[in-house]
């Protein structure tokens, strides 16, 4: 098979961690063509320069047009700013490539529905960068859950919490501005939904409290400036089956970094997940005798595919930045046909309806069924 | 001074809870008179006389009614079922006893409200047994948020949860009538509610989601029942000064046996806390270098009074039974006119206030205000 | 029957801990008689007086051979410096009362053994204050054993650290000096080996290194005086059946207060415990699919007893002042003639020998077998 | 500058990670020139020709004597069983190549010297793939070490555990033969060596105690057969500075899968870390006020280098392989003639010395020097 040709727009965190992926999927995997990097797009041409010679990539170019115009690219990574997702996604379907892009899909839902629309009509693969669920230690909650063993579900919890937005004599930056969306709600509350709607099954209707931790944040002239986004965000929700889920998001959590702390309460059994520790699981079965009964500490493992393709030995852990490499495999198996583990534009669309649905029922004080 | 007589009504968990209390606070303390263990009251007369051997009280009864018109008794702990406390509670008040009543005060709110009437009107002592708010730790959090070791707090997150509810084949009890209150959220909610007003004040409006994990339950002659109460509740809620909270009560949440498990997130910094680590307190501050900035993890010490009045030496551990050790000292302090650390009928009252207007909040499916 | 008659010698730490033990030992169990607190002795006699009025007992004396003598004293309770032990334990059971003495048993050996062999000849009940192995967890542990739940047990780890030595600008003190013992050895070292030799056996062969993390302590004339004492010791060892052990003990361990870290490793299995997380225990069995196969933390509950004699609830906590009130329980079985979960003067000096031919072992520079 | 050619002799577990990491370096740092994979070696010549395929290598060779002599090599990477090391190192280093040699050394010492002695004749770099000392938190710890921010070290423990001979039903298979070496002495113990002697310096003088939990184990044929090394192995050790050490390693720990627990003592604080925990580390130091003083967990972040180069945000987490690339990027350095943090050949020898050291003290059943 001819290896697929790569362009990937955006050199930032996530364009390095798309390179890495594209770099490492063909070794890791061991059952797979090598892609080729064949493009490199940043709005800074000399940026796109260093960075295709750093990262491996044959071409560069300050426009991304120019990239998705190049035959030799197959698919298109897209690592900018959520609001340029939908004019780059869009434009790449329409050539005819498939394309991997972050998450979540656009600032506004209108353009989420278009980039939906886009893929559809394409035919193509269109992916998002919901990485998280892609963790083996998620998909065997996901195998854990199918299997029965804790029965069943009918309650989730989950929070997100960092703290970059913590210190409030933090300058004013664009996070709090409103044009780039309602905060916590949108920056963070994706990554939740792509976990427990992957597992559990879609939202069925939500109720959203947003709040801002500070009302103004100084700015560089020594004055300061309202903040217009909201760094925190409770919820509650009803999955399909009438699931009852608990929802807490803040990027104003002082020493959380990347808590993404899940907990799965079923008939049976109860499982729980933080991403801080995430190469951990704890499982609590009622089974055996109660005085032997606890929560245990599963450690991941080859027996936790695709662990295996890394490492043989169990307890090793995996990283941050493997699991966009399974990604990027689930990636290839989409485009090849496979079955894949992915949420796709269709399914992303309905993560960010939910998200809207939450800012709804916050501004109206009800709940908002989708 | 002459030493307190105390009458004791009920023999089960909180009965031999308040008794070992009563008969320990003297010689852990130091300080005050022992109190005199003078009547026990049981509905089953001849388990009172077992049980006031057991626990060395002089007399017992099968009549709480003659416990309290009993001139040697001076404080009336009260550890029956919930439905009981009103009657009692006011009888012994109207009797000029003082009171210590387990929690909550009673399943409907006018009950509540007449006791707190009651107590108001006698000029005596009246103190909930809320005991968590008396671990050392907990105090210690008291102490760190005045102090302003987290800055200005504005988040919350508690959960409390068990597992006696969470085997869906256990057959059905009072506990699912409709009759017996309306389950997590009065079971549970006012745990946490006693925590989080001690620490950071009143609640201000609320909005919960009540759920049922099970929808019947087995009865003995192998039929089923239809649950009348939600063993799962979801609230959102904001406290004096627009705090954000987020609480998350289950009775039947798998492995969880005692946990009640609180965030609270402030410009400066986070507290957690979890009830099944009751000698451990977690504290993250932005001081220092990034670098080695981190949650602690502060084991229980005599630095944290009055954990001194236990044990003297640091990380030694204290237990939940030696909590109602630290309240009945604190109920010999309101007694003696000193100030003491207690939530009393009128603050208890206003924990049932919010219990209810939780279960409202649910009924109509949008925000309460109190 | 008639309640037996309580002396206690000693009101420091240990002092309050046996008095607290001994008036809790009759409610919490609800099958014992209450011992009578009858007298106190303490060398300053004004503070014997003050804390038998504080602790609840009915004499105080300046003098304890006044409280030996004291035809109402059946059972001695000895919590003075361990130099005082072999004189008073000796004179208490030549007069005929059983004893209680608090470990270890003596600062040389051949006083141990005259304590040991008048033990013996008084036909008393002489009880060493062993007080870990009363945990209901480490008793569970010893069930575990037992029942085979690790298979055979081929190795084990014990660290025992607290961190009271460990600034070095802290002042000379006799814990410094070698009058007092050999240094963390003996004061620590008996902890650890009465917990692995009550689960596993007795000690065969050791081989210690004993080590002084600072050479000179400062004194209060602003000089410095040379440390006598080791605070530290790490020693091989093999227990009865060739089982492998190591033990790590230090005073000078910084941010340790009481950890009492034990690792059980059997032919199925690894059990593991922590003192200063006392209500949990740590099992690992190879039963199950390896793939959820973890160590489980299993909270203390009503069903490792006898926890339930204290809270009927599970995961709510046991403190380190509630084993002495279950060893207590275990004096009076004793004394009662049932079998009881003690180490007596006889299995104490099982472990004063292991100890002293450990400070050999170092000294010589080889193993030495008991 | 020209790329460097990669020889690589071993498909198997350090085969693929070397791989992985040779191919990842250059875009992960951004600031070297990306290697070639030229060669791959196998002793099955199929396998080496798939293997190159999967791991993108140029050429295969059933024949590691071609890939020495092939110009185009400029570093060899050796991930072969040990009893291979010494030749296949030494005739890369008289080829003039690179070496970059899985550990240990050498089963038998005498090969391991000759190995340095061919370093040092050749002029070469060679290295080591001591990965551990890699992760950037424990290059932190020497950076903590190095500021003080512990004190003087006195003390230090180390764990190293897995439970891939755990199992005493599981078939003898050649790690239980005496030509394997002397079992989890040299298998495991050269990693905490690794680890301890590059954070705090050499050893001066050790003390070991081997045990074997099975003394024979079955074979296919349904009979037993003696087992000749010792999967368990405790040991005493003084590092340079009279640093008291004890070091207990076991490849029959059940549960254990990565443990490498460590723990360092200083007069000012206490360091501990768990390789199964590999983004996380605890610090302790005696600052600040006594009531919130505690063990605080460092989440692996940016400020750790390099991490940063893999993640811009903190708490997100390396992974095992991730340690490997970083070793790469060291060994790019020693090969350019930089400063670089390598376990070179010499300092390699060392190590080997104190494991055989190690077994002679277990032997003569008396401390060794150095």
Redesign the interface.
Known sequence: MKPLGIGLIGTG?MG??H??AW??V???F??VA?PRLVHLADANADLATR?AT???FEKSTGDWRDLIADPAVDVVSITTPNAFHPEMAIAALNAGKHVWCEKPMAPHFADAEAMAAAAKASGRVAVLGYNYIQNPLVR?IGK?LDEG???TV??V?V?MD?DFM???EALFYWKSEASSGYGALDDFGVHPLSIITTLLGPVERV?A?L?K??ATRPTADRKSREVETFD?A?I?L?LSG?I???V?L?R????????IAI?I??????IAYDQ??????Q????EGR??????????A?P??PPYDK?????????????LKIIEAREVLRAIGGEPAHIIDFAKGLEIERAVHAMAHSHRD???VSL
Chains 1, 2, 3, 4 share one sequence.
């Open positions: 965190y390095k961690c390179a890495l770099n490492a063909a070794p890791v061991g059952d090598r960075q750093a990262l491996g065997h854990l063993s804790i029965g009918h309650s919890r929070e960092e913590a210190d409030p109720m409290d709040a931790p500070f925190i409770n509650l009803r009438d009852a889920g608990a807490q803040s104003s959590a002082w020493g959380r970094k990347g808590r907990q309460f079923g008939s049976h059994g109860t801080e520790r995430m190469n951990e699981l499982l609590f079965t009622r109660a005085s032997e009964q606890g929560f245990r500490t599963i450690l493992a027996n936790h890394f490492i043989p030995a169990p307890g090793h852990g995996l990283g941050f930045n493997e004080g009800r709940w």
